[in-house]
Structure formats: C-alpha cells, structure tokens
C-alpha cells in the first residue's frame, strides 16, 4: 500500500486575512512596501502627536537590516538623527535580541522621544540571520521576510515566524526564492484602514457616479501603493501556485536547503575552511581561514579566493562582510540548481585554495 504525506495546513495568522480584518496586496518590491507601512506608521502617531511631532519619532533596525528601511524612513521625513541601528553579535547568530530593542526604546522615551516603527527580519540579506522576540507595545512592527519568507511554506520551517500574530504588517518575496519572476513583493497588513488613511487619494475624476455603496465595500488597491495604477503581477505568481502546488514548492524548498545543508556540513570538516554563522535556510556563509595566517592576510587571501572562484566562470558566489571578516556566500536559490552544481561548487573552491595556499597568496 502506497502511503502519502500529508501536510499539517500552515499559513499566516488569521489577522492578516480579509475575514480576520486584515489584508494583503502585492507591491513591485520591499521598497515600496517599507514606504507605504512607514508612511502608514506615521500618520498614526501624528494623529495623536500633531504633525510637528515628526521630529520625535524613531524607527529602530538592526546592523543587519536591509538598506531600504533607511531609505524608506527618509521619504517618509523621519530624521536621519532618528534611525536607530542596533548592534548584532555572534552570539545571537547576528539576530536582533529584545535586550537590545528594549534598552534602546528606553533610552529614547528618557529622551522624549516616540519610537515608531520597529523591523524585524527573517533571514538577512548578508548573513540570513533571523531577528526573534522583538515586538514592543506601541510600535509598529514590521516582519521583512522578503527571502526567508517563502521558507515558511514548509511546516517545519513555520517556526521562525513565531510572534508574526502580534506583528502590524509582514512582507515576502515571491520573486527571491517562490520561483516567480520580477517583480512581486507580497505584503499584508493587520490594519488596512492605517494605510488606506496614509496613502488614499478621491478626486472627482476617480469616482462612479451611482456606485458609491458599493464602493464602500470594495477594496481599491490604488490606496494600498504609492502608484495610482497597478500592473497584473497576481497572474505569474498565480501560475506558480498552480503549476507546482503546496507540494511542488515544498519540495523545491527543501531539495536548497539540503543541498545548502550538505554545503555547510563539508566546509565545517574541512580545518581549513570555517562557517562564519551557523546557517539558516539555504545560505551559507563561510571563509579560507588557514590557522597559519593573520587576520588581514586572511582577509586578502579570501578577496583573491573569491575572484578566482569567479573568473573560473564555472560558479559565481558573493561576499559580506561582518565583525570586520570578508565573507563569502554560496546561495542556494536557482531554479535549475541540482546537487551535482553544489559538489562542483565545492570541489573548485578547494581547487583554488589549494593553488593560493601553495602560491603563499
């Protein structure tokens, strides 16, 4: 007898959803989603604070945190002097710790200071580390999961969004890691009102004469972006979903992280090689660390290691840099990506260490 595995059902918590008094919309990118819940974060605090209150509020990220969310702060008029960049450690994993939001919430409300908005990742861009308990009454808290997020299709990978039900909105990138083309940024919000006050716009030349009851129950998607006009983006990530199913991508899923996960195993065996963060999803982050060599030789022999890996034309991999290390990273993330791509992966990298270790580069 043929037995079949059966899925526990996962999914956002249900205040996210259209009957949960939530919703979702699809933006081109993060960008646009940050701009949109910030500017929705902020004219809810200047409600109550007036608008000249702009000039005490405070958005907090972590140093791992995406560029954008700066960005996104400075359109929306938050001072630059007012963006808190919270310091990450080894020992959290390079993971923002509620320790550190709390001191530095404190410090600012001291200062007279109103703390804003609070973003929370779920796997970095440099490093895929993973920020956890870090809401704060009374700030917004935004969940970027623009490439983790597609992860959480697998049950077993749904932990790391623990504490998403207390969170105001959540992002994800169907065109990362979900097999769908640029661009499509999937955003929900607990609280579309909030964002609809922020971002709605009702000139005469937008309105239907003799519909205006129906328009009240209507969802019109120009006052959840910043265009007026939207492109068709649900039709490609519509086809994913029905070409491949929850079981399709659930293995597409899986079948990176094992491979990436098989990556880390053999670096970790080699003494030679050394994993920079434990991994998280189906990236890995590691360096050439021969015991022999000091710290900017390290550094130097890592830049040429990578170069040399990627003008063999036979791979190509990127790099970060994190507590003063040059890293590199093997991303696990193509859509034709097979197992034997990521033994050939390996087996160059130990081809060129070999020659620039016995070189003395």
């Known amino acids: 007898m043929r037995v079949t595995r059966k899925e526990p059902e996962v999914g956002l918590p249900e205040r996210f959803h259209f009957k949960g008094g939530g919703g979702g919309v699809l933006h081109g990118s993060t960008c646009e989603a940050v701009v949109c819940t910030l500017a929705a974060a902020r004219d809810r605090a200047l409600s109550k604070l007036g608008h000249e209150g702009i000039l005490k509020l405070v958005v907090y990220a972590s140093d791992q945190t995406h560029a954008t969310f700066q960005k996104g702060a400075s359109i929306v008029g938050i001072p630059p002097a007012n963006f808190r960049i919270l310091r ?42 993973i920020d956890r308990n870090t809401c704060f009454t009374g700030t917004w808290l935004h969940i970027d999961a623009a490439y983790a997020g597609s992860a959480a299709i697998c049950p077993e990978f749904q932990g790391h969004l623990d504490g998403a039900e ?17 661009d499509c940024c999937c955003l929900w919000v607990a609280n579309p009102t909030t964002m609809t006050d922020a971002l709605s716009t009702d000139p005469e030349y937008l309105k239907n ?61 080699d003494e030679r090689f050394e994993v920079v963060v434990p991994r998280n999803f189906s990236l890995v982050c590691f360096r050439l660390r021969p015991r022999f060599m000091a710290d900017k030789a390290v550094e130097a022999l890592n830049r040429d290691l990578l170069a040399a890996v990627n003008a063999s034309g036979r791979a190509f991999m990127t790099h970060f840099v994190v507590d003063d290390k040059f890293v590199i990273r093997l991303a696990v993330g193509g859509s034709m990506t097979e197992m034997r791509h ?20």
């Open 88 to 129: 990450t450690s080894a020992n959290s994993g390079y993971g923002l710790t509620a320790t550190i939001v709390q001191r530095a919430i404190e410090e600012d409300v001291a200062r007279g200071l109103v703390p804003l908005y609070l973003c929370a990742t779920v796997g970095t861009t440099g490093l895929g580390a």
């Open 166 to 182: 207390l969170a105001d909105s959540l992002s994800m990138n169907p065109h990362k890691w979900f097999l769908t083309n640029m």
């Open 209 to 269: 004469v003799g519909t205006a009851s129906k328009m009240a129950e209507t969802v019109d998607y120009k006052d959840w972006q910043i265009a007026l006009s939207r492109r068709f983006r649900a039709i490609k990530l519509w086809v994913v979903l029905r070409r491949y199913g929850a079981a399709g991508m659930r293995a597409h899923m899986r079948r990176h992280i094992q491979m990436a996960e098989w990556f880390e195993h053999v670096v970790a065996a």
């Open 342 to 361: 990521v033994r050939a992966a390996w087996e160059l990298l130990k081809e060129k260490a070999n020659d620039l270790i016995a070189t003395g580069c």
